[in-house]
C-alpha cells in the first residue's frame, strides 16, 4: 500500500502505459473473418420449468449478423450432484445506544441486546463462511462439468464442420458452403486469376473461429420466494431495532431466473487438421482401415479454451393485486380502471412458458464484440473519394455510426503498428447478402475529419464522437457583456444534427460608474406584513461598480462537412437563451435598503437579466481528427431586460463614461455580433 | 501584454489559410518521385498464386503515396522483373521463378528498346493487368520511416502474361527462345 503512495509507481506505470502504444505487433490482423458461433445447453435441475427455459433459450439463441450460427446436435447437459445452497446469513444491525435520559431499565436491555448480537455476530461469521465456501464448492462443480462437456462436444463441433454422417462419412459439403458465404471479392478475384482456386482454404481460417457459448439455466425462483427472503432478511436485520419491520409490499408476481454463459473458442490450427486428414477422414470412397478410423473419432478430443462466463438475470413477473390495491389509495380516482385491472389480472401460471425467452447469444457477443479481436468488423478502404469498401447488410453495418480509418505503420523493428489516420461515418448500406462475386456492392463512407485516405487503409468500427466539448473566448467590441471565457458542448442527434449548450461569462469594472436609478419606486413587504417604503434611488453613488456578465443558450444545429477530408466544418445554429449583469452591490447599496431587504432579494435586484435569440454559424476546421479550431460569428438579439425583484422594481443604468460598450445603453433591446474563437474536442 | 485586436484578427485569418495550405505540401513531387523510384527500379516483387495458363499472378511491392502512382509504377516494376528478377516462392505453394533473361547487363545493351518499351504508355502495359480493379488489399498500404523519410510501399496484385511477354521479347530479338541453345 505504501508503494502506491509514492509518486514513483504513477510515472512507472505511466511509462509502461504508453509503451504500449509504442510496441509494434509482428502483424495486424486486417481482415474480418466471419465467426462461427455454436450455441450448446445445460440446466442445473430435471425440473418442467427448467425444461421450458432451456427450450426457450433454443429458441431464442442466435447470434448477431456479422457471425454464423453453426447447429450442432449434441444433447444438452443436466448438471449431477450440485450442492443445495443454504439461505444467506444475514447480520441484524447493532442495537441502538440508549441517550443520556435512558431508565437503568432500558440500559439494562441495551446491554443484554448487545451480548446477544455478539453471538449472533460470531454465528454469523461461521454462517457466511460456510456460505462462500458452498458457493464457490457449486460453482466449481458447475465449472469442471461445463468444462468436461464442452471437451467431449469438440468432437462433434469438428464433425458438423466436416459433414459427419452415422456411418462416419465425411465430405466438405458445409465446408464449401459457409466458404461460399463467407468470401470476399479479394478471394474471388485472386481465384479468377489463379491455376488453383484456393477459396475453400478460407475454410481453414473459418474453423479456426469458432466460437462456443454454453447457456446454462442455473436458477429459476418464483416472486414469492424472492419477497419470502426479503422479509427474512429485514426481519434478522432488524431483530435489535425498536421499529418493528413490516412486511414488504409485494408488487409484483412471476418468476426470476438466473442463467450463465460460458464463453469458449475452439483452438484448430493447420497441424490439427493435418492430423485430423490423417487420423479421422473417412469417405465413401475409403473401403479399408475404417473401423480404426471410427474407433479412434469415438475417442477424439479437440483442443477448446475457456474465454469468459457471463451471468444473466431475467425478470418475468406481472403487476400483483397488491401493486393495484396501493394505486387505489394514492390515486382513488381511478377506482374502477383499477378494479377491472385487478379482475383481468392473468393467472401467473401463464408466465411459465416466457421463462427463457431471451436472446443469450447476442447478449455474450455484445459484451465481447470490443475485446476479442475476431469479433470486431474490419475492412480495407476499397477507393477513396468517395469512400467505398466492401461491407454492408451481410456484416448488420448501421447507417450513421462512426468509423476509424487507420494506416499501417512499419516500425524499425518491422513491427507493424496501426495509426489512426481520421474518421468516417456511414452514408450509405451496400446491400451484399449475396455470394460474392467479384464486383459486390460497396458501402459509402463520409470521412469527418483527418488526413486524405487511401485504398488499402483499414476501417474499424469507432463508434462514438457524440459529445463534443469547447473552449475558447468571445469577443464583442460593441457589447462587451456578451465576452468572455466561453465553454461549448453539443451532442450530435444524427449523421449531422446536433443540440448544444453555450456558456459565456466576464467579470466587469466600470470606471466613474454613475449609478443605477429605480424606475419606479422600491418597496418591500416583509414577514410581518408591514410594506417599507424607500425614497432613495436603489444604488449609491460609486467611484466604480464591478460584477459579472454571463450569458448562455441552447441550441440547434446542422453540420456540413466541405471538402473530400471533411476537415472543414460549417455549422448554422439558432439557439434561445438568457444574458445577465450580476452587480456586487456591497459597495453599492445604501444602508437602509440593506438593513431591511434581505440578501438574496437585493441580489435579485442587481441581476439584470434579458431573453436573447443567437442565430450563428461555426467554421471550423480538423487539427486532429478529434481537435477542431473554431471560429464562430454570430447574431445576438437581445431583449427588454427584466429584474428578478419582488415588487418587479426595474432598475436602468443612470448615465456613465464607459456604459455603452459594456451595453448598458442598450437594456431595452439590441443586437449584436460576437465572435467565439477557441478549440473543440470530439469525444 | 495587451494583444491589439487588428494583431489579433490578422492571426485568426493566417490561421484559417495556413492550416488547410499545409496539406498541399503532402501533394507535391509525387509523381516525380516514384518516376525516379522506378527508372532506378526500386520494387519488390513476390508469388501470389499460381496465375492461369501463361501468366504469372505476383505482388509487387512499389514505394510511392498515391495510389493512382503506385499502380502504374507496380505495372512497369512487374513487367521488369519477370524479365530481368524472377521471383522467390512462397509458404502457400508458389514455386520460385526465373526471371525471362540471364543475361545480367541486357537493360544497358539494349537501352533504347527498353527506354520506349517502359516509357508512360508504353509497350509493357499489354502485358499486365490488375487483378482486383487497382484496389489495394488489407494490410498491403505500409507506413515506413519517419518524419522527411516518410514513404508508403503499397502492394498490388497483377497479372503478367509472361508467355505473350516472352514472344514478344524474342520476335524483337532482345531474348533469345527457349530452343534457341539446341
Known sequence: MKLLKTPKIYSILFILFYCNFLIGQKEIQTTYIRPSIVNLYGQSEPNNKYNIALKNLKKYSSPLKRFDKLTVDYPKIILKNLIELPLKPVLPKMPIKPDSNATKKDISIYNEQVRSFLKDKSKYKSDIRKFNTAVSERNESQNRQIDKFIKQSSRDIIGTWFSRDSLGNMSSDLWNERVNHAKTDDHVNLAKNSAINRTTLLGEDLIKKTYVIIHLVDKIYTYKEFYDNKDRENEISGKYQKKKNKPILRLKEGYLSEYKSYLYKLDFNDSLLIDFYDRYWLDEYIKTGREEKIADWEKATFPINYLSLHNFKQDNSQLSKNHYLKMMKTNPAMLVMYNKKIKSIPPVENLIPRIGAVNLTSKVLNINIKNIEDFKLKVPVFSAYPILAKIGTKEGIKKNKRWAIYEIKIDKNGHQKKHKSGYARITEIGQNDTIASGNSATSIFRQHGGKRTYSGMLLEPKHGGFFEFGIGNTYSSTNKSLQGTTFDIGFRLFSSTKIGYDYTFTEFKIDNFVGLKLEKKLEYTDSTNFTHKFSDTLVKKSSDVKGTATSYNFNFGKEFLIGDRGNLILEPRIGLGWSKYKFKYDNLVSDSVENIIPDDQIRNLYTLKSRTIVFSIEVGYHLTPKIILSLRPSLVSRLKYESNSQNNAKVSILDGNDDSSWGFDKLNGSITFPMFFGVKFKL | ?182
Request: some cysteine; overall charge positive; proline content about 2%.
Open chain 2, 1 to 182: 501584454m495587451r494583444i491589439s485586436r487588428k494583431y489579433y484578427i490578422s492571426i485568426l485569418i493566417l490561421t484559417f489559410i495556413i492550416c488547410p495550405l499545409l496539406n498541399f505540401g503532402q501533394m507535391r513531387n509525387a509523381k516525380k518521385k516514384a518516376n525516379k523510384d522506378t527508372k532506378s527500379w526500386r520494387y519488390e516483387i513476390e508469388g501470389v498464386s499460381q496465375g492461369v495458363q501463361g501468366t504469372y499472378l505476383i505482388k509487387v511491392w512499389s514505394f510511392s503515396k498515391r495510389n493512382k502512382v503506385a499502380i502504374e509504377q507496380a505495372k512497369k516494376n512487374a513487367v521488369h522483373g519477370v524479365i530481368f528478377r524472377g521471383y522467390q516462392g512462397s509458404t502457400k505453394g508458389v514455386r520460385p521463378q526465373k526471371p525471362l533473361t540471364k543475361e545480367s547487363n541486357l537493360e544497358q545493351e539494349k537501352e533504347m528498346f527498353f527506354n520506349e518499351f517502359f516509357a508512360d504508355g508504353g509497350k509493357y502495359m499489354k502485358f499486365v493487368s490488375l487483378t482486383n480493379n487497382g484496389a489495394v488489399a488489407p494490410g498491403d498500404r505500409q507506413k515506413l520511416g519517419r518524419f522527411l523519410a516518410r514513404e508508403h510501399k503499397i502492394g498490388i496484385m497483377v497479372s503478367v502474361k509472361k508467355d505473350l511477354l516472352r514472344k514478344d521479347l524474342e520476335d524483337a530479338g532482345i531474348i533469345r527462345g527457349l530452343n534457341s541453345g539446341f
